[in-house]
């Protein structure tokens, strides 16, 4: 046997002559992160990380070729590992930060600043987890932040941490007959999210900058870009499996660097930062988006509720701090409270960004500094005061949510579904933390199904989405199926997209529930800004019509000192000819979106999610819009039965 390993090494050395191991590489990382890292060692990373830039690009490729682990996987769990080592071993976080930013740095696709911040934040977070956890490993790490929407086996963790379902109550014969609405007018919502704002935009500033995110105070512009051509894919071969090893192919880092184009640019001929805000990466004007809620406000006097869907902050996540957090988190609720009025209710849910660092939600029993989520809660909960009740104000001290009566009959749950979110770190320190957020989900549910009360459930990040840990996206599911007679509609944001989300019953496939994307009122990215207006019936508190208005940037920006020009971009029933906005009618119109031979309205639909931006919409070809359509019928992440249904239907149209 060991003779025919042997072989099997010296005919794979003939063919890949510098073939390296996960462990092997590993120990690379640690020796560089100690400067113990020999010129080899220095050029074995710089060819492993040659390799995962371009690979990151062609991973749907990957899997489609070879069913074994992916490239990015592979380096990534190296990477990990070793600063699992290097814990372990003691070193400080210091050392790691100088150490990573050094090596991210050397990449040239990020700033030397943006690196070192990003690090600097993050860095307390891991290694903590790393020091109080024994369960983390590498692989979860990887599997979480790596996972794609369409393939579970791209990156692997198998964690059986991970592997807990919520307990649902039986449903009740009989319920309590719920009050009634005094008024027989509709409810009327606006529902707006993704504000993002900077306060540090620069009108006529630097949009092609050096950085991820631009247009801000202090930026450079752009000196290069890198170009990747992928004719032929070559990542399906980096990866050779040799004695059930997989082993990464450092050779073909030649040829990757060989497609890896560097072109010198001279981005101070770039048309500079918008006045109204810029389609490029660039996030909100302060005035843009007070701007937004005056017009929401004088335009629709007979708002009753606003939903504020989260997102607050900008995208500058290398150099976020506690105060310009609390700044923008103040200034938000402030402005809406000035220009709707003490009468108009504004119920809010947490996005993402709101966090210090970027998307980490640690449990309640983390108290540390730099680690703990709880100076958020706590500011939210004052800012919110006038909102709120003292129940709901506990509870998002508690956990960033809260339930809350709005009206006879109707209740909203606004749950902080970011615990969920595969790029939050304390997935890996607490995997129950994010159930016990469904728990309290399922308990608020059945108080609102016990008083025959209906309910909106406000969640930032859409359900479905690779964002979400599947056993989340599973679970969520199930609940909503269980509840579907007490919820009357469900409110998201995050994707900045004006889309909505249909559920099936995971038993028999029938359509249950919809969940309404915001849209955002930001550009960030590509995207023109909009509102909507939600109609809702006043006796089963289901939405009866969307409303959606934008303005359009380029439109805006040729005439800064006037105001935009916001007009309606959709009535949905009327856009549509839908009878109604129910489950069914929803289901029945992507079906015909997916079958119509002229491709009219599934064409509308992607006009209408893309809010018709200079910058998307022009370019959405046919494989677009079936993308589009299919993101709207998957809730739970990788059940793309209906999905595939659709794009089935819609080639064969």
Same mark, same amino acid.
């Given at each position: 046997?060991?003779?025919?390993?042997?072989?099997?090494?010296?005919?794979?050395?003939?063919?890949?002559?510098?073939?390296?191991?996960?462990?092997?590489?590993?120990?690379?990382?640690?020796?560089?992160?100690?400067?113990?890292?020999?010129?080899?060692?220095?050029?074995?990373?710089?060819?492993?990380?040659?390799?995962?830039?371009p690979a990151s690009s062609e991973a749907k490729i990957q899997n489609e070729r070879r069913p074994g682990e992916s490239v990015t996987c592979l380096i990534c769990r190296s990477a990990f590992g070793a600063l699992f080592d290097l814990v372990r071993e003691g070193a400080t976080d210091q050392t790691l930060i100088s150490s990573v930013s050094t090596l991210c740095a050397s990449l040239g696709f990020v700033t030397p600043r943006a690196c070192r911040g990003i690090i600097e934040l993050n860095i307390p977070i891991l290694t903590?987890?790393?020091?109080?956890?024994?369960?983390?490993?590498?692989?979860?790490?990887?599997?979480?932040?790596?996972?794609?929407?369409?393939?579970?086996?791209?990156?692997?963790?198998?964690?059986?941490?991970?592997?807990?379902?919520?307990?649902?109550?039986?449903?009740?014969?009989?319920?309590?007959?719920?009050?009634?609405?005094?008024?027989?007018?509709?409810?009327?919502?606006?529902?707006?999210?993704?504000?993002?704002?900077?306060?540090?935009?620069?009108?006529?500033?630097?949009?092609?900058?050096?950085?991820?995110?631009?247009?801000?105070?202090?930026?450079?512009?752009?000196?290069?870009?890198?170009?990747?051509?992928?004719?032929?894919?070559?990542?399906?071969?980096?990866?050779?499996?040799?004695?059930?090893?997989?082993?990464?192919?450092?050779?073909?880092?030649?040829?990757?660097?060989?497609?890896?184009?560097?072109?010198?640019?001279?981005?101070?001929?770039?048309?500079?930062?918008?006045?109204? /805000?810029?389609?490029?990466?660039? =996030?909100?004007? *302060?005035? &843009?988006?007070?701007? !937004?809620?005056? %017009?929401?406000?004088? +335009?629709?006097?007979?708002?009753?509720?606003?939903?504020?869907?989260?997102?607050?902050?900008?995208?500058?996540?290398?150099?976020?701090?506690?105060?310009?957090?609390?700044?923008?988190?103040?200034?938000?609720?402030?402005?809406?409270?000035?220009?709707?009025?003490?009468?108009?209710?504004?119920?809010?849910?947490?996005?993402?960004?709101?966090?210090?660092?970027?998307?980490?939600?640690?449990?309640?029993?983390?108290?540390?500094?730099?680690?703990?989520?709880?100076?958020?809660?706590? /500011?939210?909960?004052?800012?919110? =005061?006038?909102? *709120?009740? &003292?129940?709901?104000? !506990?509870?998002? %001290?508690?956990?960033? +949510?809260?339930?809350?009566?709005?009206?006879?009959?109707?209740?909203?749950?606004?749950?902080?579904?970011?615990?969920?979110?595969?790029?939050?770190?304390?997935?890996?320190?607490?995997?129950?933390?994010?159930?016990?957020?469904?728990?309290?989900?399922?308990?608020?549910?059945?108080?609102?199904?016990?008083?025959?009360?209906?309910?909106?459930?406000?969640?930032?990040?859409?359900?479905?989405?690779?964002?979400?840990?599947?056993?989340?996206?599973?679970?969520?599911?199930?609940?909503?199926?269980?509840?579907?007679?007490?919820?009357?509609?469900?409110?998201?944001?995050?994707?900045?997209?004006?889309?909505?989300?249909?559920?099936?019953?995971?038993?028999?496939g029938r359509p249950i529930s919809i969940a309404w994307g915001a849209g955002s009122v930001t550009a960030y990215t590509n995207f023109n800004l909009n509102y909507k207006i939600a109609t809702i019936d006043p006796r089963s508190f289901e939405p009866t019509n969307f409303v959606s208005y934008i303005y359009n940037l380029t439109e805006a920006n040729l005439n800064p000192n006037v105001r935009p020009r916001w007009f309606q971009l959709y009535d949905l029933r009327s856009a549509f000819g839908l009878r109604d906005l129910s489950?069914?009618?929803?289901?029945?119109?992507?079906?015909?979106?997916?079958?119509?031979?002229?491709?009219?309205?599934?064409?509308?639909?992607?006009?209408?999610?893309?809010?018709?931006?200079?910058?998307?919409?022009?370019?959405?070809?046919?494989?677009?819009?079936?993308?589009?359509?299919?993101?709207?019928?998957?809730?739970?992440?990788?059940?793309?039965?209906?999905?595939?249904?659709?794009?089935?239907?819609?080639?064969?149209?």
């Open positions: 046997m060991k003779l025919h390993i042997g072989i099997l090494l010296i005919v794979g050395s003939s063919v890949a002559t510098h073939l390296i191991s996960s462990d092997d590489l590993q120990k690379v990382f640690v020796r560089y992160a100690k400067n113990e890292a020999s010129e080899y060692d220095k050029k074995t990373i710089q060819d492993a990380l040659n390799i995962y830039w903590h987890i790393i020091k109080t956890t024994p369960q983390a490993l590498p692989r979860t790490f990887c599997g979480l932040v790596l996972q794609r929407s369409d393939n579970p086996l791209y990156c692997a963790y198998d964690d059986p941490r991970f592997q807990w379902t919520v307990d649902l109550p039986r449903q009740r014969a009989n319920r309590n007959k719920r009050e009634s609405e005094d008024r027989n007018t509709p409810l009327t919502i606006a529902v707006i999210s993704e504000a993002h704002i900077d306060p540090l935009y620069q009108p006529n500033g630097v949009a092609d900058c050096d950085e991820p995110t631009c247009c801000r105070k202090g930026q450079k512009p752009r000196t290069q870009i890198y170009e990747y051509s992928s004719e032929e894919p070559l990542t399906g071969d980096a990866v050779t499996k040799i004695n059930n090893e997989d082993m990464l192919n450092l050779d073909i880092s030649a040829q990757m660097r060989n497609r890896t184009k560097v072109k010198r640019v001279d981005s101070r001929n770039s048309p500079p930062a918008g006045f109204w /805000g810029d389609y490029r990466n660039c =996030d909100t004007p *302060l005035w &843009a988006f007070d701007d !937004a809620i005056q %017009r929401v406000a004088s +335009a629709h006097r007979n708002v009753d509720v606003v939903y504020y869907m989260g997102d607050s902050i900008d995208h500058h996540v290398w150099e976020t701090t506690y105060e310009l957090i609390n700044e923008v988190n103040a200034h938000i609720i402030d402005k809406m409270r000035k220009e709707f009025g003490n009468n108009v209710l504004v119920v809010p849910s947490i996005g993402n960004h709101e966090s210090q660092p970027t998307n980490q939600f640690a449990p309640t029993t983390v108290r540390g500094a730099k680690l703990n989520t709880t100076w958020l809660y706590e /500011g939210l909960a004052k800012k919110w =005061d006038f909102y *709120l009740n &003292a129940e709901a104000k !506990a509870s998002v %001290r508690q956990r960033g +949510a809260f339930a809350m009566r709005v009206r006879p009959g109707l209740r909203v749950i606004s749950v902080n579904n970011n615990v969920a979110f595969k790029s939050n770190w304390w997935l890996v320190y607490d995997p129950l933390d994010a159930k016990r957020h469904l728990d309290w989900l399922v308990q608020e549910l059945h108080k609102a199904e016990i008083a025959g009360d209906k309910v909106h459930i406000l969640g930032h990040i859409p359900p479905g989405v690779h964002d979400f840990i599947y056993t989340w996206t599973r679970e969520y599911n199930r609940i909503v199926t269980r509840f579907a007679s007490t919820i009357a509609g469900e409110f998201t944001g995050h994707t900045h997209g004006d889309e909505f989300k249909i559920f099936y019953s995971l038993q028999n489950p069914t009618s929803m289901d029945a119109l992507v079906n015909r979106m997916a079958t119509q031979r002229n491709r009219n309205l599934i064409g509308l639909y992607s006009k209408f999610l893309l809010k018709m931006s200079d910058r998307r919409w022009p370019y959405c070809n046919d494989w677009c819009k079936i993308d589009n359509l299919c993101r709207s019928v998957v809730t739970v992440l990788w059940r793309r039965e209906k999905c595939d249904e659709l794009r089935r239907l819609f080639w064969l149209a």
